[in-house]
């Protein structure tokens, strides 16, 4: 039996959240030991003639064209473990200002026939000094970092920018990128936040504090908006020369029950919304769009590709999947590129879309 089958076998038997709070205690303790036992080295060397780099309009490169999304790691616990497997990026958060509990317990569900997961967490998590802190400390091996920004439960929405203007400030100088999180539906109100008033009172907030930074920024949006909704949120990306846009959070689903939906579930409502940004966007703009939502293989993977995008993120398929959902990526993407006689990714892309 694999290892991630054996740990998946018991990770499954235990309440969703316990099991990840307790998973995440063991890779931030043992990350080199376990990326090992997950097959961090697996069959690398078959895939040395290959370059997998990907440059993004934000100036960073992936590694990989998959990342890690929010949510899996909130506290940046684990970057070192996840930064030794396959993964272009690392992506942690949700962050806020202070510490907070997140919503009453559970708040966790398997759906495991789908593939998916329904969270109500509520950005629980341990605050910016310590999730700062935790940064510090982490051994990154090169790969790109982002965080998440959300505010606090009680923070007043007419107060939620300057909940924004703390945390871009405390983790400007330490991250690759940074997200400002409008979209969770998890905290009462933050969607409204999507209003093109509300955000533009945070990206003013944050003008004389960018005009000094330039650590790139995204607007993570909702699966939930209406596509007429979506012009208007790219045009003031734009205006405020966002690095991209990152498609999508959870999507509610009230017959399944209160909360964020992710995993297969999700799969075709976000990669409508995708689909719509891209054409919106066009080749040739200035933004960049990261996709996520419902991506659990290969074949979604060059769906996306297709359609004009770049580089995604995980985080539902790698709880039922595990690295292997990497590795398989990889392994599918390699024999794919060596039947074209390819050995850049970039050129194998391209080569998808003509």
């Given at each position: 039996?694999?290892?991630?089958?054996?740990?998946?076998?018991?990770?499954?038997s235990?309440?969703?959240?316990?099991?990840?709070?307790?998973?995440?205690?063991?890779?931030?303790?043992?990350?080199?030991?376990?990326?090992?036992?997950?097959?961090?080295?697996?069959?690398?060397?078959?895939?040395?003639?290959?370059?997998?780099?990907?440059?993004?309009?934000?100036?960073?490169?992936?590694?990989?064209p998959?990342?890690?999304?929010?949510g899996?790691?909130?506290?940046?616990?684990a970057?070192?473990?996840?930064?030794?497997?396959?993964?272009?990026?690392?992506?942690?958060?949700?962050v806020?200002?202070?510490?907070?509990e997140?919503?009453?317990?559970p708040?966790?569900?398997?759906?495991?026939?789908?593939?998916?997961?329904?969270?109500?967490?509520?950005?629980?998590?341990?605050?910016?000094?310590?999730?700062?802190s935790n940064?510090?400390?982490?051994?990154?091996?090169?790969?790109?970092?982002?965080?998440n920004?959300?505010?606090?439960?009680l923070t007043?929405?007419?107060?939620?920018a300057?909940?924004?203007?703390?945390?871009?400030?405390?983790?400007?100088?330490?991250a690759?990128?940074?997200?400002?999180?409008?979209?969770?539906p998890?905290t009462?109100?933050?969607?409204?936040?999507?209003n093109?008033?509300?955000l533009k009172?945070?990206?003013?907030?944050?003008?004389?504090?960018?005009?000094?930074?330039?650590?790139p920024?995204?607007?993570?949006?909702?699966?939930?908006?209406?596509?007429?909704?979506?012009?208007?949120?790219i045009?003031?990306?734009?205006?405020?020369?966002l690095?991209?846009?990152?498609?999508?959070?959870?999507?509610?689903?009230?017959?399944?029950g209160?909360?964020g939906?992710?995993?297969?579930?999700l799969?075709?409502?976000?990669?409508?919304?995708?689909?719509?940004?891209?054409?919106?966007?066009?080749?040739?703009?200035?933004?960049e769009?990261?996709?996520?939502?419902?991506?659990?293989?290969?074949?979604?993977?060059?769906?996306?590709?297709?359609?004009?995008?770049?580089?995604c993120?995980i985080?539902?398929?790698?709880?039922?999947?595990?690295p292997?959902?990497?590795?398989?990526i990889?392994?599918?993407?390699?024999d794919?590129?060596?039947?074209?006689?390819?050995?850049?990714?970039?050129?194998?892309?391209?080569?998808?879309?003509?």
């Open positions: 039996m694999k290892f991630y089958s054996l740990f998946k076998n018991i990770a499954f235990i309440e969703p959240e316990t099991a990840h709070n307790q998973s995440l205690f063991m890779l931030s303790k043992f990350p080199n030991s376990l990326a090992t036992l997950f097959g961090s080295y697996k069959d690398s060397h078959l895939y040395s003639d290959f370059n997998f780099n990907l440059r993004l309009k934000d100036g960073n490169t992936w590694s990989f998959v990342g890690l999304a929010a899996l790691d909130k506290n940046a616990e970057i070192d473990f996840f930064s030794k497997i396959p993964f272009g990026s690392v992506e942690v958060g949700t806020t200002p202070l510490p907070q997140g919503n009453p317990k708040r966790m569900f398997r759906l495991i026939e789908e593939e998916s997961l329904l969270n109500r967490m509520g950005f629980n998590n341990d605050g910016m000094e310590r999730v700062f940064i510090v400390k982490s051994k990154r091996e090169g790969k790109v970092l982002g965080v920004l959300g505010k606090n439960k007043p929405q007419d107060k939620a300057d909940d924004y203007r703390s945390l871009f400030r405390k983790f400007e100088n330490i690759d990128y940074l997200v400002i999180n409008v979209s969770s998890n009462p109100g933050l969607r409204d936040l999507q093109i008033e509300c009172e945070i990206f003013d907030s944050l003008d004389d504090l960018r005009a000094n930074s330039k650590v920024l995204y607007l993570k949006v909702s699966p939930d908006l209406s596509l007429d909704d979506l012009p208007p949120i045009e003031l990306a734009e205006s405020y020369k690095a991209g846009i990152i498609a999508t959070n959870t999507t509610i689903n009230s017959e399944i209160v909360g939906v992710s995993g297969k579930l799969k075709t409502k976000s990669y409508e919304v995708r689909k719509r940004i891209l054409e919106i966007i066009g080749q040739k703009g200035s933004l769009l990261i996709g996520v939502g419902g991506i659990s293989c290969y074949d979604d993977l060059k769906s996306f590709w297709k359609i004009g995008g770049k580089v993120q985080y539902t398929s790698f709880i039922y999947q595990g292997d959902v990497l590795f398989s990889r392994k599918n993407l390699a794919e590129m060596r039947n074209k006689g390819m050995k850049k990714l970039s050129e194998f892309i391209e080569s998808l879309r003509d």
